[in-house]
T-cell receptor, first 111, second 111 residues
Framework: SQQGEEDPQALSIQEGENATMNCSYK?????LQWYRQNSGRGLVHLIL?????REKHSGRLRVTLDTSKKSSSLLITASRAADTASYFC???????????FGKGTMLLVSP | DGGITQSPKYLFRKEGQNVTLSCEQN?????MYWYRQDPGQGLRLIYY???????QKGDIAEGYSVSREKKESFPLTVTSAQKNPTAFYLC??????????FGSGTRLTVV
């Protein structure tokens, strides 16, 4: 079953611009994670945010979590062509340990 | 270097054949997972194992089998009962405080 749903499905921006991706989910969660996938490759873990956290930063990445709205956002600042990839949010539901993934947002950053 | 190794990278299967995908990790993680990814889709959970000699079915286990005889290894067999096996298969292991580490995937094609 699909828990998270990313929005938009695709995003095209210029280098140097910021990219914002959103994720909505349906049930209460233990934590929410964001992953990046370059074409035809495995996924790379970006950030894990727990249900009692509201915001987390890692380099040019900023993740927010609003459990009252069951939503999260991933902001990539000052984007680069190398950020071109698909980005997935994934949730761990309370009491379970498996990750449930959304369908992803495809980000294209043009030079 | 610690990580997860999946092999082979590409695999071709004839109708009616069973094939086994390898997944090995040297991260000393207890939990390991197998996901399937279809084009333009998110990841769907096939099987997972929290500890050696134990594993559970995920959302789409039919037509697949696994074993977990060693902590480092979690092979996936795609049986002839899986009617639509062409997909990208991803193996992962988990650090509970950090998230999942993924292998680089195996692309399986039925010929």
């Amino acid at each position: 079953s699909q828990q998270g749903e990313e929005d938009p499905q695709a995003l095209s921006i210029q280098e140097g611009e910021n990219a914002t991706m959103n994720c909505s989910y349906k049930t209460s969660i233990n934590n929410l994670q964001w992953y990046r996938q370059n074409s035809g490759r495995g996924l790379v873990h970006l950030i894990l945010i727990r249900s009692n956290e509201r915001e987390k930063h890692s380099g040019r990445l900023r993740v927010t979590l609003d459990t009252s709205k069951k939503s999260s956002s991933l902001l990539i600042t000052a984007s680069r062509a190398a950020d071109t990839a698909s980005y997935f949010c994934a949730t761990v539901e309370g009491g379970y340990s498996t990750l449930t993934f959304g369908k992803g947002t495809m980000l294209l950053v043009s030079p | 270097d610690g990580g997860i190794t999946q092999s082979p990278k590409y695999l071709f299967r004839k109708e009616g054949q069973n094939v086994t995908l390898s997944c090995e990790q040297n991260l000393n993680h207890d939990a390991m997972y197998w996901y399937r990814q279809d084009p333009g889709q998110g990841l769907r959970l096939i099987y997972y194992s929290q500890i050696v000699n134990d594993f559970q079915k995920g959302d789409i286990a039919e037509g697949y089998s696994v074993s977990r005889e060693k902590k480092e290894s979690f092979p996936l067999t795609v049986t002839s009962a899986q009617k639509n096996p062409t997909a990208f298969y991803l193996c992962a292991s988990e650090d509970r405080n950090y998230g999942y580490t993924f292998g680089s995937g195996t692309r399986l094609t039925v010929v």
